[in-house]
């Protein structure tokens, strides 16, 4: 708020809509970072025991990385992470954008209508 300073409801919505989206993009890099953590220093595992299985026993080597969420929570993070993390940017700039447009004309500055490019696909 004492960054952006603002004096109105719309601005004021706008200003938590970015805090909101940065929270969402540092969460979503912390996710990423502990997965490719579990990817690139996984714990190992051996068995140490002599000839007879049932006296043996599994250990885990422990010098690996412990992640802090499961390999199940991360995995949809990961099929979906670029997608979410480029909506989320994408969303951040546009608040980011819209906040300083509505500032500035509160401001008495003159400014030129936003440019708006649709690309797509025309059905015939």
Do not use: C
């Not at 953590?37 to 714990?43: C, G, H």
């Amino acid at each position: 708020m004492n960054e952006f300073s603002p004096e109105t409801a719309i601005e004021e919505i706008l200003v938590q809509r970015i805090t909101l989206y940065i929270i969402r993009l540092n969460r979503s890099g912390k996710a990423e970072i502990e997965y490719l953590k579990k990817i690139l220093d996984p714990e190992v595992g051996h068995y140490e025991g002599g000839m007879d299985f049932e006296l043996g026993k599994w250990v885990v080597d422990k010098s690996g990385y412990k992640p802090k969420i499961s390999k199940e929570d991360v995995e949809p993070l990961e099929n979906l992470y670029l997608r979410y993390e480029k909506s989320l940017e994408k969303r951040l700039y546009r608040t980011l954008h819209e906040l300083e447009r509505i500032q500035r004309a509160r401001k008495g500055d003159r400014i030129p209508p936003p440019i708006s490019l649709d690309i797509g696909t025309e059905s015939s």
